[in-house]
């Protein structure tokens, strides 16, 4: 049927307002010979005439996350056996760095699978047609290629659902990409220029390191986001502050490489200078709003004075747990030196006219202060970092991980309602944003807070009981094979594949070309693996490469 | 002096419109003791009071391109002398291409130098200061890292001026990141997000291909963008179209290699099908509008039906100008089979109900095509060809140089007021969109159209007359030095610098942990260069590759 004669219908019952374009919408569909799309075109249409239709071009509003899905690496390694492998102080990864586990990807994993099974999760979950989707943006730092976006691998989900009609491309800053990636598809359904259709963002990295320190730092995972208005997580505008600045602390100037070069000093320092700008530029706004009575809208912060404790959830970009704890003091120094009222006056006495740029590196009044912060720790930033803990440096959707990780640290969506949460992104080079979301009972809306708890919850228990663990020379020997297999080709994933899932889109070639090819993993009696399966993938694992050591050793 | 004290200043007289907005301004800052910066803090604050002050967030209206810096690199090789050198037929670069010289860099030249170069120019000639800026985006395909930005590498102007609250990233998909990184400004400006600063956005490539067919289908080229609303030249909403798919046209798998992996044949066939999918798509969407009668805004596009008579200028991405002149005949087609109006109806009787999509291959068909299409490609397609017929292709900016081209082929502003121009950006992988934007006076803005040509006139004349013919052995030579250093760390540009201009911004040195300084060119009596200084360049470059390969010959 055709659009044109469809839209045609749709202005000659002149809408003026949503009820109005309900009822059009009923009148048109029910008396002619539609189907599924000639409805969603129709919906379209009809929203963006109504949108449209007083000459002003008015913002949709509460623009924000509607759905979500989360990548579970199926291996992981622990971070105490680690230690123990790698002869260092016990506890040093536990405690110092504050990680329990790590996971890890098979050769069947690369950046294009992890994505490509998010966003295919994404559709299935939600029941979002691929035709109602307007604008797709990733977010990532493993590059595999320099030209062609991992943005236009995932078109493989629409083109078959007749959808190319699909804005964005890829975002790139090391972790900071994902937020990039966010940002770019909120303002877009803001722009004049959106269609009505929903935006997706996908984020995703595979986080290694050459062996040795750093090591125990790495991890994986991937989430796509379904954007839209009138969402049960709403990203706040008025007060977003940025810091971006020329560093080398983190990089990848080692193409060929899989591992990035780091000045870790540096690293942490740029970090905590970005934060304590961020803070200083995010309180500076909010005041600002505050003053000029100019937001009238619910979807901005508007206070006199924002301090940790006008937040229910103080989160960070997470390469490491401990990072977290020390970025919450680091806060709550900002706060005491400002001798924000929640803290006792004889506590801030001490903290007065300090200059907190000058306190970057010392590390007694740093133990102090995590002293100091515990309970708020504890409270705003723990509750947070559960994924983080059990699953490593994710990258670019380690912020988006704890943000999950607290939604679903409330029973239930009630306790939700109303609460602020506050973000802060880095990725190095160095870009930082920090920003507000706060939590809403949406009306007239399927996408509810209680779906999104239900989507991480089912994340969660694929994190706590569908994961193998494998012991850390075999961590050595996957990585080792994955640095010789980097771009070689053709290339064809020889690992065991029984960690795959039903569902999961894994690689399942490369030709000389350097083509990549997927397939969706269809349900065999592994995906009903249970605890006493777990055994056997170590095992598989363990004489994987025991046979490709004797079939390297026969070739010598 | 305080900002929040000047906020509450501004809030105290409630301006409620524009007019308000500037009285008000003006007895707040002439009442009290301001220096520019805060003069600049105020006129945002009081902006967005106003834009906000009734309660809805209307969005700025005309945004568009205000002013534009482009580089123009020193050296080219003649297509005709490369024609001679390749022992190829004659006329096979220069007609079967249509180029007829392609711009080289040297090794004081990477894609940061071009894009710091043009931002820093752009910051310079408009007089913006780096504190206007709350946005740059950027948009390259010559990666040279996986992790850190270009864009944080442009953040070095921005720290000395006390500014590093600039949001955006990278945007890359191909010659698609520019196009994506435009679009991305042009949302934040037009959302809730805007703190009403400009944006800029970066676009830059230096094309180079390995030695055979394709090599003189290189070239380099960058350009920066100051985007904001008012704008003489205004990005259209309603008909954008866009069309993306998983393909494997042109990409760059060898992340250690400068060149990218080509299938030819394919790539000239996505093209043509996006150039299709999108022309169609956008042709629709302006009927919808039309019908719908719902965008009352002057920057849209209704039209009963929109062909090629709708536009003074039809622009492609132009990786070489033959193919923009096939493209030209493409759409050409596309109205034959619709029977538009303004082709004969005894012409267009032999196309009626051919189905477009199985005219791909026919070789006869284009070159009939072609013949019928010439008077509108040299209309409207031609006059946009200047820059990519005597650079190369640019890859990113390529699109962009042609829309400068047909600018300045007007002798005067006025003869651009309400000129409409349709766009194709395609990007391989792969992302294409169609566009138009629109030309118009502007009021109370001292950006203006006539400002515009004067910029790109100036890069015109530094094209036509400040550049050196380098010989093709040279251009050979270039390349091989330029695979050779690729990566390699320590590093020190070592070719003649005499091509460098007072105000670029070049390479001084990579040192081993990769990281790159740049430096700004201090005017010495090479900027005061004239043809009769042509040769010695010529002649430097000679002798410093003789010299190479004496050195390197000794040392074996």
């Given at each position: 049927?055709?659009?044109?004669?469809?839209?045609?219908?749709?202005?000659?019952?002149?809408?003026?307002?949503?009820?109005?374009?309900?009822h059009?919408?009923?009148f048109?569909?029910?008396?002619?010979?539609?189907?599924?799309?000639?409805?969603i075109?129709?919906?379209?249409?009809?929203?963006?005439?109504?949108?449209?239709?007083?000459?002003?071009?008015?913002?949709?509003?509460?623009?924000?996350?509607?759905?979500?899905?989360?990548?579970?690496?199926?291996?992981?390694?622990?971070?105490?056996?680690?230690?123990?492998?790698?002869?260092?102080?016990?506890?040093?990864?536990?405690?110092?760095?504050?990680?329990?586990?790590?996971?890890?990807?098979?050769d069947?994993?690369?950046?294009?699978?992890?994505?490509?099974?998010?966003?295919?999760?994404?559709?299935?979950?939600?029941?979002?047609?691929?035709?109602?989707i307007?604008?797709?943006?990733?977010?990532?730092?493993?590059?595999?290629?320099?030209?062609?976006?991992?943005?236009?691998?995932?078109?493989?989900?629409?083109?078959?659902?007749?959808?190319?009609?699909?804005?964005?491309?890829?975002?790139?800053?090391?972790?900071?990409?994902?937020?990039?990636?966010?940002?770019?598809?909120?303002?877009?359904?803001?722009?004049?220029?959106?269609?009505?259709?929903?935006?997706?963002?996908?984020?995703?990295d595979?986080?290694?390191?050459?062996?040795?320190?750093?090591?125990?730092?790495?991890?994986?995972?991937?989430?796509?986001?379904?954007?839209?208005p009138?969402?049960?997580?709403?990203?706040?505008?008025?007060?977003?502050?940025?810091?971006?600045?020329?560093?080398?602390?983190f990089?990848?100037?080692?193409?060929?490489?899989?591992?990035?070069?780091?000045?870790?000093?540096?690293?942490?320092?740029?970090?905590?200078?970005?934060?304590?700008?961020?803070?200083?530029?995010?309180?500076?706004?909010?005041?600002?709003?505050?003053?000029?009575?100019?937001?009238?809208?619910?979807?901005?912060?508007?206070?006199?004075e924002?301090?940790?404790?006008?937040?229910?959830?103080?989160?960070?970009?997470?390469?490491?747990?401990?990072?977290?704890?020390?970025?919450?003091?680091?806060?709550?120094l900002?706060?005491?030196?400002?001798?924000?009222?929640?803290?006792?006056n004889?506590?801030?006495?001490?903290?007065?006219?300090?200059?907190?740029?000058?306190?970057?590196?010392?590390?007694?009044?740093?133990?102090?202060?995590?002293?100091?912060?515990?309970?708020?720790?504890?409270?705003?930033?723990?509750?947070?970092?559960?994924?983080?803990?059990?699953?490593?440096?994710?990258?670019?959707?380690?912020?988006?991980?704890?943000?999950?990780?607290?939604?679903?640290?409330?029973?239930?969506?009630?306790?939700?309602?109303?609460?602020?949460?506050?973000?802060?992104?880095?990725?190095?080079?160095?870009?930082?944003?920090?920003?507000?979301?706060?939590?809403?009972?949406?009306?007239?809306?399927?996408?509810t807070?209680?779906?999104?708890?239900?989507?991480?919850?089912?994340?969660?228990?694929?994190?706590?009981?569908?994961?193998?663990?494998?012991?850390?020379?075999?961590?050595?020997?996957?990585?080792?094979?994955?640095e010789?297999?980097?771009?070689?080709?053709?290339?064809?994933?020889?690992?065991?594949?029984?960690?795959?899932?039903?569902?999961?889109?894994?690689?399942?070639?490369?030709?000389?070309?350097?083509?990549?090819?997927?397939?969706?993993?269809?349900?065999?009696?592994n995906?009903?693996?249970?605890?006493?399966?777990?055994?056997?993938?170590?095992?598989?694992?363990?004489?994987?490469?025991?046979n490709?050591?004797?079939?390297?050793?026969?070739?010598?």
């Open positions: 049927m055709s659009h044109l004669y469809l839209s045609k219908l749709v202005s000659n019952n002149q809408p003026a307002n949503m009820k109005q374009a309900f059009c919408l009923l048109v569909i029910e008396g002619q010979n539609t189907n599924k799309f000639d409805v075109f129709c919906i379209h249409f009809c929203f963006r005439k109504v949108m449209n239709g007083t000459g002003y071009l008015h913002r949709p509003s509460s623009v924000g996350i509607l759905a979500c899905e989360l990548y579970i690496p199926s291996l992981y390694v622990d971070q105490s056996a680690l230690e123990t492998y790698d002869n260092v102080s016990k506890g040093k990864y536990t405690i110092g760095l504050g990680q329990q586990r790590m996971s890890i990807c098979s069947h994993e690369d950046i294009c699978s992890l994505c490509l099974t998010v966003l295919s999760r994404l559709l299935d979950e939600t029941g979002v047609h691929p035709q109602q307007g604008r797709l943006d990733v977010g990532t730092e493993t590059l595999i290629d320099k030209a062609k976006s991992i943005k236009t691998v995932l078109m493989q989900l629409f083109v078959d659902h007749n959808n190319t009609a699909v804005e964005g491309a890829d975002n790139i800053n090391a972790c900071y990409g994902g937020t990039a990636a966010i940002f770019n598809a909120i303002h877009w359904i803001e722009s004049s220029f959106w269609d009505g259709r929903y935006a997706v963002v996908v984020m995703g595979i986080a290694v390191y050459a062996k040795g320190n750093a090591r125990p730092t790495g991890g994986a995972g991937a989430c796509a986001l379904l954007i839209g009138n969402a049960p997580v709403v990203f706040e505008s008025g007060c977003r502050a940025t810091h971006m600045a020329h560093v080398y602390d990089y990848k100037p080692n193409l060929n490489s899989l591992y990035p070069v780091v000045d870790g000093h540096l690293s942490v320092q740029c970090f905590t200078s970005a934060l304590d700008t961020c803070y200083t530029q995010f309180c500076t706004k909010s005041q600002m709003n505050h003053e000029s009575h100019t937001h009238t809208h619910t979807s901005t912060l508007t206070s006199r924002v301090n940790l404790s006008t937040f229910a959830a103080v989160l960070f970009h997470t390469p490491y747990v401990r990072l977290a704890q020390k970025s919450l003091a680091r806060l709550y900002n706060d005491l030196i400002r001798a924000c009222p929640y803290i006792a004889a506590t801030t006495e001490k903290y007065k006219n300090l200059d907190i740029r000058t306190l970057v590196n010392d590390k007694d009044l740093e133990r102090d202060l995590i002293e100091q912060s515990k309970e708020l720790f504890e409270q705003k930033t723990l509750p947070g970092l559960y994924f983080s803990q059990n699953m490593g440096n994710m990258y670019t959707p380690s912020l988006y991980y704890s943000l999950f990780a607290f939604l679903i640290s409330q029973p239930t969506e009630e306790q939700l309602y109303g609460r602020r949460i506050l973000l802060f992104s880095y990725g190095s080079g160095l870009a930082s944003s920090m920003y507000s979301v706060v939590c809403r009972k949406v009306h007239e809306c399927r996408f807070l209680a779906q999104l708890q239900r989507s991480i919850q089912r994340a969660r228990n694929r994190l706590d009981n569908e994961r193998t663990e494998l012991t850390p020379d075999l961590l050595d020997k996957l990585l080792l094979e994955r010789e297999n980097d771009h070689a080709v053709p290339f064809i994933p020889k690992q065991p594949n029984e960690t795959l899932k039903a569902g999961d889109i894994y690689l399942k070639s490369i030709d000389k070309n350097h083509r990549r090819y997927y397939d969706k993993f269809i349900a065999n009696d995906s009903e693996r249970n605890d006493d399966n777990a055994k056997p993938i170590q095992q598989l694992y363990t004489e994987y490469f025991r490709r050591q004797t079939s390297s050793d026969t070739n010598e």
